[in-house]
């Protein structure tokens, strides 16, 4: 087959909050379409903008073109919000599993304790979500105002330019 490797950079533009998880899912079809997104992600080696808008959360967030896909560029506007997951789902998969912990070894369960964890957990998470801690944390390339995004990704755009780009000639299993 001819080859015609791509060289186009790509900007990704994301607000993906909500996971799918279960059963169901995984025998459906949004895994197969998340698992060719996370392949053609972490297969591509042309150099990837991403721009967090709103909310993205765990495995989303990587499929994305989170951090860990390491971007050429990474922005979020002030409205973005990321983490492993959301506060409150945390701060219930915490309870849930110290809740299962205490009976199985036959121990009761604290609700007045667990409420005040849940609560320091979700408070935690929130804060730690925020862009400025995301960006203090250099897990981005900066917050941007919406309005700028466009200026923000031209520059960008000019700056790729500047170095070499490998594209990408095939894709993974």
Known sequence: PP??????PLPVLHNSP???????CEQG???LRGAIMFNAESNSRVPQISVLMGASYGARHYGM???????RFG???PSARSSVMGAQQLADVTSMVSRASALSQGKPFDEEADAVIHAAIER???????????????YDDG????????TVLGLALSAIHN????????FGV
């Open 163 to 170: 170095a070499p780009i490998e594209g990408s000639e095939s």
């Open 124 to 138: 935690q998470i929130e804060a730690e979500s925020l862009p400025l801690f995301l960006s203090g944390y250099l």
């Open 18 to 24: 909500v996971c799918m998880v279960g059963k169901s």
């Open 65 to 71: 073109c989170g951090r860990a896909f390491d971007p």
């Open 3 to 8: 080859r015609n490797p791509s060289r186009t």
């Open 75 to 77: 922005f979020v506007w």
């Open 29 to 31: 079809v949004s895994v």
């Open 143 to 150: 917050v941007i105002d919406p309005r700028d995004t466009r």
